[in-house]
């Protein structure tokens, strides 16, 4: 057994601010919000920035 720190170690960033998200790593991808295929992990901002005009 491996000890793992789970306070902070474990969010997802946004792939373009860095920012930490609200999803751990063991979300599921479709169960998240601000998802990109292909670019990975958005934060809000950055998602309505991207795909909202
Ligand atoms: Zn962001």
Same mark, same amino acid.
């Given at each position: 057994? &491996? @000890? &793992?720190? =789970?306070?902070? !170690? !474990?969010?997802? =960033? !946004?792939? /373009? !601010? $860095? #920012?930490? &998200?609200?999803?751990?790593?063991d979300?599921? /991808?479709?169960?998240? #919000?601000?998802?990109?295929? $292909?670019? $990975?992990? %958005?934060?809000? @901002?950055?998602? /309505? #920035? %991207?795909?909202? =005009?």
């Open positions: 057994m &491996t @000890k &793992t720190d =789970k306070q902070n !170690c !474990c969010m997802e =960033k !946004c792939v /373009i !601010c $860095g #920012k930490e &998200t609200e999803y751990s790593y979300v599921p /991808i479709n169960e998240r #919000k601000y998802y990109s295929e $292909g670019a $990975g992990q %958005l934060c809000e @901002k950055c998602y /309505i #920035k %991207l795909y909202v =005009k």
